[in-house]
């Protein structure tokens, strides 16, 4: 199928699961932030599963082709896997600056980072028994996870952190396709964000989480939260360098930004997650300008390459205008795939 239509990862999660008002007001937790759910502890695995299959009934309704769960179980697309590890302290915070410049609490490494068990494959799993469509699941990438610590251990090294971050997530992702992902998305925005250590060893520490990895791969790479960070720069600052990486796909945006698409010469043998969604705007797109968007790309990469996306995670959006946009999303690729079929 030409133009697949797929998320970046997160759908919003419903009122009564989540104090949205309370999320959309704060950076995204890099640390667990328990007080943000509204179901009691004891309902709230219950209560997540529910709403995940809200979540995949949406994305089928829309007409999606690779569906997600939503990212629903999560306070932010990288703390669920971020504090499941040894060798951080989760009763101690530490502090790191956000991307935006501002302080944040978030995991303090003092030991060792591991993986003492899966994180994620039981959600994969929930995912796999509910819809017969192709399936995605994102982890957080290990140069960002290192970004969004204060390493107390490795002698305060980044880099040597990012590469255990990198180890952990190896093993975390085979499990994941063993579980029966069809695709995994790593985050990495903190590339985007901090180029130059992303140069110096981000690209090693991704390489390593994808060593031995044989499914398809795909890393996502953006300017932020539309919601959060409202100022879009003209062009990504670590892109080209992709063409280094073992990942099968690169996620990037282009509607809010309106990125200059030549950007994609430098991704030629990658398959393109073309992000056509602008998720600053609550004015729904229409399909004719989706396809526009998608179409402005296509001198610079191959159709068959191109998979249709939001620009960002959705999670921040009101229920109804993420609905809308996906079905326009849909009816984009849809005029696509007459045009190039």
Request: one cysteine or more; hydrophobic letters at 40%; aromatic letters at 8%.
């Amino acid at each position: 199928m030409l133009f697949p239509t797929t998320l970046v990862g997160s759908y919003p999660q419903p009122e009564w699961l989540i104090d949205r008002q309370r999320l959309a007001g704060r950076f995204p937790p890099r640390v667990r932030a328990r007080e943000l759910w509204r179901i009691p502890a004891e309902y709230l695995a219950q209560a997540q599963d529910d709403a995940t299959l809200v979540a995949i009934k949406a994305q089928e309704d829309a007409g999606i082709d690779i569906i997600t769960d939503g990212e629903i179980r999560r306070e932010s697309y990288s703390n669920h896997f971020a504090t499941a590890l040894d060798g951080v302290d989760l009763d101690n915070p530490g502090e790191a600056l956000d991307r935006s410049g501002h302080p944040n609490p978030v995991p303090r490494v003092v030991g060792p980072i591991r993986r003492r068990h899966a994180v994620g494959v039981r959600d994969l799993q929930f995912l796999r028994q509910h819809t017969k469509r192709q399936i995605k699941i994102t982890v957080p990438g290990p140069f960002t996870m290192a970004q969004q610590a204060q390493i107390d251990y490795y002698d305060g090294s980044r880099e040597l952190a990012s590469l255990d971050y990198a180890t952990a997530l190896n093993a975390e992702i085979k499990d994941l396709f063993a579980a029966g992902a069809d695709v995994v998305q790593i985050d990495e925005p903190y590339m985007q964000a901090r180029p130059e250590e992303a140069r110096a060893f981000g690209l090693a520490a991704l390489n390593r989480a994808l060593e031995g990895v044989t499914g398809t791969t795909a890393v996502h790479i953006c300017f932020g939260y539309a919601a959060i960070i409202h100022a879009r720069p003209s062009g990504y600052s670590f892109l080209p360098e992709f063409q280094q990486c073992r990942c099968g796909q690169v996620s990037i945006e282009t509607a809010q930004s309106n990125l200059d698409t030549s950007a994609l010469e430098g991704l030629r043998g990658k398959k393109v997650m073309l992000g056509v969604i602008d998720l600053s705007d609550p004015q729904v797109e229409t399909a004719e300008v989706v396809a526009a968007r998608i179409e402005r790309a296509l001198p610079h990469v191959a159709a068959q390459d191109v998979i249709v996306a939001p620009d960002c995670g959705m999670k921040y959006l009101p229920h109804d205008v993420a609905f809308a946009k996906l079905q326009a999303m849909v009816g984009g690729a849809q005029i696509m795939r007459a045009r190039y079929g």
